[in-house]
Structure formats: C-alpha cells, structure tokens
Nanobody, 119 residues
Framework: QVQLVDSGGGLVQAGDSLRLSCQASGSTFRINRMGWFRQAPGKEREFVAS????????YYADFVKGRFAISRDNAKTTVYLQMNSLRPDDSAVYYC????????????WGQGTQVTVSS
C-alpha cells in the first residue's frame, strides 16, 4: 500500500507563487510515476505535471509549461510542484497521484489541496 499526503495550497494573488508538496509513504518502490492533477468547480480533473520515478523525466500540460515545475527529493518520497505566475484560472483542488508498476493509469491519490488565486 502507498499513501499520499498533499499539502501547500492556499489563497494567493495573481502573479504569486506557491509550492505544493506530496509526501509518499508505504510501499513507495511500487510507484513508477508521480503526478499532479487539478479539478476546478464544474470541470473534470485534468493532468498538470508528472515525473518518472526512475529517470526523473518530467511531463507538463501545455497550459503550465514555463510556469510550473515538478521535482522530487533525493529519497524519491516527496514530490513538489512549484507554481509561479499563478493566474485566477489556476484555482482548483490539486491532487497528487501515483502510478504503480504495471498499472496503465494513476491509481493512488492524495486527499487534495485547495489553491485559490485572486485577481
């Protein structure tokens, strides 16, 4: 079992920065990719960014390229999402997610952390 706890959300103004954290515990060796998703009210959950646990390769949604950066600590148990130049349309609940080895999709989720960007 893998548990994910995400944190770091808050209320900021447009143009500000936030850093989200996702702490993984349990059988973290089973995870081959970690990602961040978000869901705004009335919208579907969407992919934001991910990082490969083995190679460190990163992937981003087009709407965050150049503004957000995903990273991990050396122990590979904490993943971060540095969010810069935040915009009101970035407001959403952000979820950390993990994909286990052999799984075709993300199957482990954090509880979510609210990010609100005021104009």
């Amino acid at each position: 079992q893998v548990q994910l706890v995400d944190s770091g959300g808050g209320l900021v103004q447009a143009g500000d920065s936030l850093r989200l954290s996702c702490q993984a515990s349990g059988s973290t060796f089973r995870i081959n990719r970690m990602g961040w998703f978000r869901q705004a009210p009335g919208k579907e959950r969407e992919f934001v960014a991910s990082i490969d646990s083995s190679t460190g390769s990163t992937y981003y949604a087009d709407f965050v390229k150049g503004r957000f950066a995903i990273s991990r600590d050396n122990a590979k148990t904490t993943v971060y999402l540095q969010m810069n130049s935040l915009r009101p349309d970035d407001s959403a609940v952000y979820y950390c997610a993990g994909r286990r080895n052999g799984s075709p999709q993300y199957d482990t989720w954090g509880q979510g952390t609210q990010v609100t960007v005021s104009s």
